[in-house]
């Protein structure tokens, strides 16, 4: 009976020698126990929780994620560790492979080192993937392995720096270039904005031109009772009239957003207002002039471009004022730049909004533009503004009529010809730092004192329904 006792006392004293020992004093244990505590402490977050009882705040904690973290970091870290030691010992490594195995397996860990806790990634303009629970309504989520992987794809560490990294990378490589907001050809210098490009081609629904219709009949409702006459101007986007420079997107045989309004607006007599959609205008003088009428790098019209469209709006408002004149380019002296101005200054120029956002490079603005500057020193034009409108004012001796310019940034190439024309222009932007809107409440007293003869909207095709939609909306939440 002795000797059995004996027996076994020695087998456990060989085991605890051999086994036990060797396990407590091994490398794995000791890292894959830090690896578990780096990890029980990076997630916390997740499975610790604060409430409150009497005032007295205390922590909950969920012990099944707990465990689940514990249990997921203690496997994978002794597996990993576990194989880097039998390296050596078992299959007859070098030290510099297993240093190299080594480093290669702390740099796995370093995406996990540092989790983006931010709801909202503003570089890519988007909602981040918030983090699945294991278990919902005490049922197991079966797509939790998915749900995580999204989740940590979206916040992992350096992630920014490696899209970075990666666009650098295709910039300098690929001679189209795209990402989530642009589409450039650096060939050709062409830069379009993927948005741009949706905007224009997007399908105009019923209720979206009904609506459209609706808001400028009351508009110009109000107008007509103040001896206001109104005209709607709807400017043609750089992706309908030079399209066939957008890369791999064909577009040729695709109508565009401002088409189908204008054809709406045209074959229904439901509207009483004079509108303008001057893209047959614009087509014309594309092949008539060698001059770009839209810039290569932004969005927006060249000042001959912008001349264009001034000359088929003089056209339609002569009809109802004879008395008031065109101007000519002759009426204006010149200069060149490679620079982009999508406004009046001779000073405010940049790479263009495509360029600026995405390539930022001014190597390539390899073409040059033709800025018009009017000749007429009598026209005095001042820039004001107040915590409602920010405003342009222009006064012209030789001029007839007084108009007021509501529009969005399309609005400044108009002006920069229209305040020749007219004795008094009011250039009021709707795109600006105090304004995010067009809703006619913040301009309705602003008309009606300055009574003006006529009244311009001028909104490009793409962002036209943003604007009309919101002139009635009561809903809207306005700025102060």
Same mark, same amino acid.
């Given at each position: ?17 051999h ?13 894959? #126990? ?5 990890? @029980? ?12 009882? %009497? ?10 994620? #707990? ?6 970091? /203690?496997?994978?870290?002794?597996? @990993? ?16 492979? =297993? ?34 629970? #294991? ?9 939790? /392995? ?55 081609y ?20 109000f ?18 009239? *030079?399209?066939? $420079? ?11 957003? /401002? ?16 509108? &303008? ?8 003088a ?5 001059e770009?009428? %839209? ?8 000042? #001959?471009?912008?001349?264009?469209? *001034? ?21 204006y ?25 995405? &390539? ?11 800025? !018009? %500057? ?5 026209? =005095? ?13 222009? %006064?012209?001796?030789?001029?007839k ?20 024309? $007219?004795?008094y ?8 730092? !105090?304004?995010k ?12 004192k300055?009574?003006?003869d006529?009244l311009?909207?001028i ?5 036209? $329904?943003d ?8 809903n ?5």
């Amino acid at each position: 009976m002795y000797t059995n006792i004996l027996e076994k006392l020695k087998e456990i004293h060989l085991f605890i020698k051999h086994k036990i020992i060797p396990l407590i004093l091994s490398a794995r244990l000791w890292l894959t #126990l830090l690896f578990i505590s780096i990890c @029980v402490v990076l997630c916390s977050k997740y499975y610790i929780s604060f409430d409150s009882l %009497y005032g007295i705040t205390f922590y909950k904690i969920d012990y099944c994620i #707990l465990l689940t973290i514990i249990f997921l970091s /203690g496997i994978l870290s002794y597996t @990993v560790f576990s194989y880097i030691c039998d390296l050596k010992t078992v299959y007859k490594k070098s030290t510099s492979d =297993i240093l190299l195995t080594s480093i290669f397996v702390a740099m796995l860990f370093i995406p996990a080192s540092h989790i983006d806790k931010n709801q909202t990634n503003y570089k890519e303009s988007r909602s981040l993937t918030k983090f699945s629970q #294991l278990f919902t309504d005490s049922k197991i989520n079966n797509n939790f /392995g998915k749900d995580f992987e999204k989740w940590f794809n979206d916040r992992f560490y350096l992630r920014d720096n490696l899209i970075d990294l990666y666009r650098t990378i295709q910039k300098s490589i690929n001679i189209i270039y795209r990402d989530n907001k642009v589409l450039a050809d650096k060939r050709s210098g062409w830069f379009f904005l993927n948005k741009e490009i949706e905007n224009t081609y997007k399908i105009p629904y019923y209720p979206d031109l009904y609506l459209i219709t609706k808001n400028l009949n009351k508009f110009n409702d109000f107008c007509e009772l103040n001896n206001i006459k109104m005209y709607f101007v709807i400017i043609p986007e750089r992706a309908s009239i *030079y399209r066939e $420079f957008i890369p791999t997107e064909y577009l040729k045989s695709r109508r565009t957003y /401002g088409e189908k309004v204008n054809d709406y607006l045209n074959q229904n007599n439901d509207d009483n207002f004079s509108h &303008l959609f001057p893209m047959a205008d614009i087509l014309n003088a594309k092949k008539q002039y060698n001059e770009l009428l %839209y810039y290569k790098t932004d969005c927006h019209q060249t000042d #001959l471009g912008g001349y264009i469209t *001034y000359l088929a709006l003089m056209e339609l408002i002569k009809k109802d004022f004879p008395e008031i004149q065109t101007t000519t380019l002759n009426d204006y002296y010149i200069k060149k730049n490679k620079m982009i101005n999508t406004g009046e200054s001779e000073l405010v120029f940049h790479l263009g909004n495509v360029n600026e956002i995405s &390539l930022k490079d001014a190597k390539f603005l390899n073409y040059e533009n033709t800025y !018009y %500057y009017p000749k007429n020193t009598n026209i =005095i034009t001042e820039e004001y503004d107040n915590p409602h409108l920010l405003k342009n004012r222009s %006064y012209n001796p030789d001029g007839k009529r007084k108009v007021i310019l509501l529009g969005s940034s399309f609005v400044e190439k108009i002006n920069l010809f229209i305040k020749s024309s $007219f004795k008094y222009t009011d250039k009021i932007r709707l795109n600006t730092a !105090y304004e995010k809107n067009f809703h006619v409440s913040r301009f309705a007293d602003y008309i009606k004192k300055e009574k003006p003869d006529v009244l311009i909207v001028i909104i490009s095709e793409g962002e036209l $329904f943003d604007y009309i939609s919101t002139m009635y909306n009561d809903n809207l939440e306005l700025e102060p």
